[in-house]
C-alpha cells in the first residue's frame, strides 16, 4: 500500500486524523467531566494520532528509495 499513496493524498489523509484527533480529545474531555471517569474515546483519539503521524512521517519516502546510489 505504499506505493498506492501519493504525497498529496498522505498529507490530507494525515492531517485529517490529526484534526479527529483532537476533535475525539475534547468530546473525551467534556465526557470526563459530566462524570464519567474514563473512556475509550480518549483511546481512540489516540490511536488515530498515531495512524497520523505514521502518513505525515512516510510523506517523501518513495522518492528516498528511486535515487540512485551514486548520488
Known amino acids: 500500500m ?12 494525515g492531517i485529517f486524523f490529526v484534526i479527529a484527533s483532537i476533535g475525539f480529545f475534547i ?13 475509550q474515546i480518549w483511546m481512540l483519539a489516540i490511536i488515530i494520532l498515531l495512524g497520523g503521524m505514521v502518513h505525515l512521517q512516510k510523506i517523501g519516502g518513495d522518492r528516498k528509495k528511486n535515487r540512485p546510489k551514486d548520488e
Open 2 to 13: 505504499n506505493g498506492f499513496l501519493n504525497d498529496k493524498t498522505r498529507l490530507s489523509l
Open 27 to 39: 468530546y473525551g474531555w467534556m465526557e470526563r467531566s459530566v462524570g464519567n471517569p474514563f473512556n
